[in-house]
């Protein structure tokens, strides 16, 4: 098993920043990706951002040149910056890591954008 315990996220301005970090533990060997899935009001899950332990990175079109995801394999930490925040950036976010044949999620943080 795999936890995965978020810390960041809060209410910020639109063009705000804020950084999201997560911390994964237990059973970390042989994680692969890691990342960061969010869930806006009334909408699905969707992709944020996701790296791979090779440091492959994958990001949503609607979060390029705007957040910033780096990974850190020793400190088995997955962190998120993210700048220029808009209103629909508004949603819980998923620390997220897949292991082997499994899927983890974090408890999820509140990131709300408003003015």
């Known amino acids: 098993q795999v936890q995965l315990v978020e810390s960041g996220g809060g209410l910020v301005q639109p063009g705000g920043s804020l950084r999201l970090s997560c911390l994964a533990s237990?059973?970390?060997?042989?994680?692969?990706?890691m990342g960061w899935f969010r869930q806006p009001p009334r909408k699905q899950r969707e992709l944020v951002a996701t790296?791979?332990?090779?440091?492959?990175?994958n990001y949503a079109d609607s979060v390029k040149g705007r957040f910033t995801i780096s990974r850190d394999n020793v400190k088995n930490t997955v962190t998120l910056q993210m700048n220029s925040l808009k209103f629909e950036d508004t949603a819980v976010y998923y620390c997220y890591a897949h292991r082997l044949w499994s899927d983890y999620w974090g408890q999820g943080t509140q990131v709300t954008v408003s003015s």
């Open positions: 237990g059973s970390i060997r042989n994680i692969s990706a």
């Open positions: 790296i791979s332990n090779g440091g492959i990175i």
